[in-house]
């Protein structure tokens, strides 16, 4: 008995002090993980993240670290941890390869997150689609048309293909083209076009207008224009100009031809 509690006391004040470093990891992990959580969302905040995404990371973040703090605390006690990771991991690879796709969309949304190609209200072209982005959910970006349509597409879709953000510039530029028949001048033409573009209030200056004959096609003189406008009058500055074009066009009769083909019929005369 003599020997026994001497070693009894041994072995608590052994296991006292190892409890207590496990102890004070978790408290310790706690303020370390609550404040790298709060360092993040700061940062995303400042980023204009949407607030459910930052919600989501903020979550994943903090349950990520405690994972590593709990791993910490039980090392410490002197618990074989490998054989706990080697569990997890196995779990981890038979959860995986059952929602593969699914995973791969939740890896894609994280993508999204940090690399931010696109944010709420912007107009994109993605995965053979177009749209205004509405929402960035774990596994979906959800685009509205502009017929109005609802479309719910997997972030994993969106982070394989080219990603076109049409509003992520302040200025974009317009390009139209126009045909004319040979009857008409050069300068008639362009000066026609000139006249319109310094006349419209959207258009800017600065990069300078470009009209020019670019092609000489089969029936019509092709003349290419090019103006730049803020990315929010690019559709009215579009169709400004293409209307205008055309009744400008009327007014100086200046033909607009469409393809046609003579037919020469030879007779035989015996």
């Not at 605390?73 to 995986?96: E, K, N, P, R, Y």
């Not at 009058?233 to 400008?248: A, C, F, G, I, N």
Request: overall charge positive; aromatic content about 8%.
């Amino acid at each position: 008995m003599e020997e026994v509690i001497p070693k009894l006391i041994e072995l608590i004040s052994t296991f006292g002090l190892k409890l207590l470093a496990a102890i004070a990891i978790l408290i310790i992990g706690k303020f370390v993980v609550k404040g790298v959580r709060k360092l993040i969302v700061k940062a995303m905040e400042k980023k204009r993240v949407d607030k459910e995404v930052i919600s989501f990371a903020g979550s994943l973040i903090y349950s990520a670290l405690w994972v590593f703090v709990i791993i910490a605390a039980l090392a410490q006690l002197g618990i074989q941890t490998s054989s706990f990771l080697a569990v997890i991991g196995a779990a981890g690879l038979a959860i995986g390869l059952a929602l593969q796709g699914s995973l791969s969309n939740f890896a894609a949304g994280f993508l999204m997150i940090i690399l931010r190609p696109f944010k709420v209200d912007d107009y994109v072209e993605a995965a053979g689609i177009d749209g205004v982005v509405k929402d960035i959910n774990i596994f979906t970006t959800v685009l509205v048309s502009f017929d109005n349509k609802k479309l719910i597409v997997p972030n994993s879709k969106i982070m394989d293909g080219t990603i076109i953000n049409y509003t992520a510039q302040k200025t974009r530029r317009v390009d139209l083209s126009f045909g004319v028949g040979y009857e008409s001048s050069n300068e008639q033409v362009k000066g026609i076009l000139n006249r319109l573009i310094d006349a419209h209030a959207l258009i800017l200056k600065d990069p300078k207008p470009f009209v020019r004959v670019s092609k000489l096609g089969d029936s019509s003189v092709d003349f290419k224009v090019r103006v730049w406008t803020k990315t929010g009058d690019y559709w009215t500055v579009y169709h400004d100009l293409l209307e205008s074009v055309k009744e400008e066009f009327d007014k100086e009769k200046v033909n607009i031809p469409y393809p046609q083909m003579d037919v020469h019929v030879i007779k035989n005369e015996e």
